[in-house]
């Protein structure tokens, strides 16, 4: 069966009865299953399940409770979720282009694929094609609830059926696929009916674009192909290629006027000197080449060399309108050369992973308004300056910063906030959010105590039934995580279980760790700051960079990282980005898994042992 396909256009329809949903960016498959078996057909009506495992699996896993309604279909999109509103569509053609049957299961193991279910076409065998969409989608979604599936897309469930949900108005869903980089948007007619291979348009989507000013340097005449680039440091920079969207009389004039001025011919293609400006619309750049790149307008107001690359990679970082950028060219650290610009594209990048952890906390940062070799401060109080639409929380009389969203976060980078510390609770709670052990050697040459604290802690966590996780400190250590569920347990019973780890770590390997807090007394041994988790202190938050020379990060891991082998100078911020990208985040399951945790009968055990 073909798949209905929706029209691209470059607005969302305003007239009418519409209703939206995020579109990620996968393979769009449809999901049959009957008494015979179940297949994953794509576009091309091949089975995507041998080439993805774990969807298999996971659909045999529920199979008892779904097969009481089949036959059944579903239409949707194969992805590998970076965060709830973007996939990969990259490491997913990687995925696709597998042949070997260990490295399929090996890439499943480590980053499942998800099936992103949005349309229902069948279900208990009836056909659902020639109902109207609400109708279609209210039962969809019924049909989550009761098998107790993911009613929106969440990187960090186990269960890999889930649901895309669809929103009446546009406008929010507009600021959410800007803040979290998704690929688009589709807007369907509330009473269309599901058309077999038609592109049609009561389906209409829009990509989340981003705009590059460029310059053209060539036109090859065997493909009708476009070249276009940037100015750094004053030499050409080439962006890549472009060719849709522009009009016959456009490209009439544009090819006369290239072949009139051409500097030189060379097998049909004509290179010219910087003159000709323009504006693309594109989706990503991969360093190469733009993705999807689109005409979108002449740009007679600019001269060529105002199409520089600093300019190009502010408007690819899409920072929100609100914040004013300044001084992007600021050198912040020498060692490893950063400016600021390539500071904000990274806060820019990592924001969706390192959001949702400092949401709804008391923010401290330390400011480096000089970059890191000048001088820094520490700022608790919100400035006076400081936007309308930075949230703020008074507690002990200080008036912290709540960064709740991604204006504010890019706001307080632009400030050369670099490190930012949040407390082990939210706002206005009176209860401990999680518990996290410090492991503090004394030197990065000592580095190995740190792992070796490390595992230790996950055996005996792994034993008790916790789920942890772990994430290099950014300098010398590394910090265990065991996140707790919300409003139940007191700094009281937290000290009671991170004392006896800490006396547990001791008893294990006395010769290696210690709880002495004055340095000189340590006596070269790894520091287990148990002390460090408590009330009013804060820790590094994941995905912060740190201040001092190197430029690293504080950065989640997988468990299977934790070995000999790692070091922290790997994690700088072009390794975390390439890392998210490649395996998702470590942390994915951080906030799903609170209620999960078996802290209260480890805690009754502990306090009837004392």
Not at 152 to 176: C, F, H, R
Not at 325 to 331: I, L, R, S
Not at 404 to 424: F, G, R, S
Request: charged content about 25%; proline content about 6%.
């Amino acid at each position: 069966m073909k798949p209905m396909l929706p029209t691209l256009k470059w607005e969302l329809p305003n007239i009418g009865n519409w209703a939206f949903e995020i579109k990620y960016d996968g393979f769009r498959a449809i999901l049959e299953w009957d008494d015979g078996g179940m297949h994953l057909w794509s576009r091309n009506e091949k089975d995507l399940l041998p080439q993805f495992p774990e969807i298999r699996d996971f659909l045999q896993s529920i199979e008892n409770i779904v097969k009481k309604r089949l036959p059944l279909r579903l239409d949707g999109e194969l992805a590998l979720l970076e965060n709830p509103f973007k996939a990969n569509f990259g490491e997913l053609q990687s995925r696709g282009r597998m042949k070997s049957t260990a490295k399929i299961n090996q890439a499943a193991a480590i980053r499942p694929a998800r099936f992103l279910a949005f349309d229902l076409l069948m279900l208990d065998g009836a056909d659902f094609t020639g109902k109207t969409y609400m109708h279609r989608k209210e039962t969809l979604e019924n049909f989550f609830q009761n098998l107790e599936l993911p009613l929106s897309p969440d990187p960090g469930k186990t269960e890999l059926l889930q649901l895309i949900p669809y929103a009446p108005e546009a406008q929010q869903l507009i600021q959410t696929m800007k803040d979290f980089n998704s690929e688009g948007i589709v807007a369907k007619q509330t009473n269309s009916k599901w058309e077999a291979g038609k592109r049609v348009e009561t389906w209409i989507k829009i990509k989340n674009w981003k705009t590059a000013a460029c310059f053209i340097t060539a036109y090859d005449g065997n493909n009708g192909y476009y070249h276009v680039a940037v100015f750094r440091n004053s030499e050409i920079f080439p962006l890549g290629l472009f060719l849709f969207s522009m009009s016959s009389e456009e490209k009439q004039v544009l090819t006369a006027a290239i072949k009139k001025n051409a500097a030189n011919e060379k097998n049909g293609v004509y290179t010219i000197h910087p003159a000709i400006c323009l504006e693309l619309f594109y989706l990503e750049w991969d360093g190469v080449q733009l993705r999807e790149p689109h005409f979108h307008r002449f740009r007679f107001d600019l001269a060529p060399d105002e199409c520089t690359y600093e300019r190009f990679r502010l408007q690819q970082a899409a920072i929100p309108e609100e914040v004013a950028v300044t001084h992007p060219e600021k050198p912040l650290w020498e060692k490893r050369p950063v400016s600021k610009l390539d500071y904000l594209f990274y806060m820019r990048e990592i924001s969706p992973f390192m959001l949702p952890f400092l949401s709804g906390r008391l923010l401290t940062v330390i400011r480096y308004p000089h970059g890191v070799f000048g001088e820094a401060f520490y700022q608790k109080n919100c400035p006076d300056y400081a936007p309308a639409f930075v949230e703020t929380a008074m507690h002990d009389g200080i008036r912290y910063i709540v960064c709740n969203d991604l204006k504010t976060l890019m706001w307080l980078a632009n400030q050369l906030a670099v490190e930012y510390h949040i407390p082990y609770q939210v706002v206005k709670s009176r209860f401990v959010s999680e518990i996290v052990f410090d492991l503090d050697p004394p030197s990065r040459s000592k580095f190995h105590l740190a792992v070796k604290a490390a595992l230790l802690l996950k055996d005996v966590l792994d034993g008790l039934g916790f789920e942890s996780f772990v994430k290099i400190s950014g300098n010398k250590g590394l910090q265990i995580y065991i996140p707790l569920q919300e409003g139940r347990f007191t700094w009281k019973d937290t000290r009671i279980f991170t004392e006896f780890m800490a006396s547990y770590l001791i008893a294990k390997a006395p010769e290696s760790f210690t709880v002495e807090r004055m340095k000189k007394k340590r006596g070269g041994k790894l520091y287990v700051d148990f002390i460090q988790h408590a009330e009013g202190k804060t820790i590094i938050a994941p995905y912060s960079m740190r201040g001092h020379e190197d430029a690293l990060v504080s950065a989640p891991l997988r468990w299977e990282e934790v070995s000999e082998k790692l070091s922290p100078e790997l994690f700088t911020m072009e390794a975390v980005l390439n890392r998210v990208k490649k395996f998702g985040c470590p942390f994915a399951r951080y906030f799903t898994c609170k209620k999960e945790q078996p802290f209260a009968p480890v805690l009754d055990f502990l306090k009837k042992k004392r």
